[in-house]
């Protein structure tokens, strides 16, 4: 576990923690890491939803799907990043979601009850770490918020449009690499891959973007309106 101190460290969930406590922690949390092949899943929805999951290396997706078997990507994760926990917390009894490896990952799992409940040896970093939780929870309905706005978007170039600008804006450059591939980003937007496809092409063609793989480079923002 020591080899993954610095990236537990950089974890929302453990901000402002010293790394000497790190180690107590995860013994009153009950840590266990567990290793994941790529394409194999950390949990599949129906699973008893009863712990809190940091990602420790490698990739791992979030995903939901429907009756008919359409997928909607709800995130992507990398290391340092928490996931399960509004699930958990929530008392459901199993998990809504799936979570997938995407690459060959580590993930450590920490007993969301023991996370939400002060020990018998009143750890000092309990309620420290009770205020990360909730930033964090709160910082991911933000980022639900937006992903519910480029949804709302009326037309596929709409959506794909306003998913672009926002990358631009948080990268601060009219040039970034997305976190997903082109199947990934339909999922994640509620579009048909082909339809996204197509106008991908028809922007890149225009000379309003260019765009290999995950790069993108938005070449002439006004005229994408």
Same mark, same amino acid.
């Given at each position: 576990?020591?080899?993954?101190?610095?990236?537990?460290?950089?974890?929302?969930?453990?901000?402002?923690?010293?790394?000497?406590?790190?180690?107590?922690?995860?013994?009153?949390?009950?840590?266990?890491?567990?290793?994941?092949?790529?394409?194999?899943?950390?949990?599949?929805?129906?699973?008893?939803?009863?712990?809190?999951?940091?990602?420790?290396?490698?990739?791992?997706?979030?995903?939901?799907?429907?009756?008919?078997?359409?997928?909607?990507?709800?995130?992507?994760?990398?290391?340092?990043?928490?996931?399960?926990?509004?699930?958990?917390?929530?008392?459901?009894?199993?998990?809504?979601?799936?979570?997938?490896?995407?690459?060959?990952?580590?993930?450590?799992?920490?007993?969301?009850?023991?996370?939400?409940?002060?020990?018998?040896?009143?750890?000092?970093?309990?309620?420290?770490? !009770?205020?990360?939780? @909730?930033?964090?929870? =709160?910082?991911?309905?933000?980022?639900?918020?937006?992903? /519910?706005? $480029?949804?709302? &978007?009326?037309?596929?170039?709409?959506? !794909?449009?306003?998913? @672009?600008?926002?990358? =631009?804006?948080?990268?601060?450059?009219?040039?970034?690499? /997305?976190? $997903?591939?082109? &199947?990934?980003?339909?999922?994640?937007?509620?579009?048909?891959?082909?339809?996204?496809? =197509?106008?991908?092409?028809?922007?890149?063609?225009?000379?309003?973007?260019?765009?290999?793989?995950?790069?993108?480079?938005?070449?002439?923002?006004?005229?994408?309106?």
């Amino acid at each position: 576990m020591k080899d993954f101190f610095e990236i537990l460290s950089r974890c929302l969930l453990f901000k402002g923690m010293e790394r000497s406590d790190l180690n107590s922690m995860l013994t009153c949390l009950d840590g266990k890491t567990i290793k994941i092949s790529k394409g194999s899943p950390v949990f599949l929805e129906g699973t008893p939803a009863r712990f809190v999951g940091i990602v420790l290396s490698g990739t791992v997706q979030v995903m939901r799907e429907d009756y008919y078997g359409n997928r909607s990507i709800m995130t992507i994760l990398q290391p340092g990043e928490l996931f399960a926990e509004a699930f958990s917390f929530a008392g459901l009894e199993t998990m809504p979601v799936s979570a997938i490896a995407i690459k060959d990952s580590e993930v450590l799992l920490l007993d969301c009850r023991r996370v939400l409940t002060t020990c018998s040896n009143s750890c000092h970093f309990h309620n420290l770490l !009770l205020k990360n939780l @909730l930033q964090g929870m =709160a910082q991911k309905n933000l980022a639900l918020s937006q992903k /519910i706005r $480029y949804m709302s &978007q009326k037309s596929t170039k709409e959506k !794909l449009m306003a998913y @672009l600008f926002d990358q =631009a804006k948080q990268h601060k450059s009219t040039e970034f690499v /997305i976190p $997903y591939d082109r &199947q990934a980003l339909a999922d994640y937007l509620g579009v048909e891959r082909s339809a996204m496809s =197509a106008e991908i092409g028809k922007l890149k063609s225009s000379g309003q973007i260019d765009t290999k793989g995950a790069w993108f480079c938005i070449k002439h923002a006004e005229n994408m309106k």
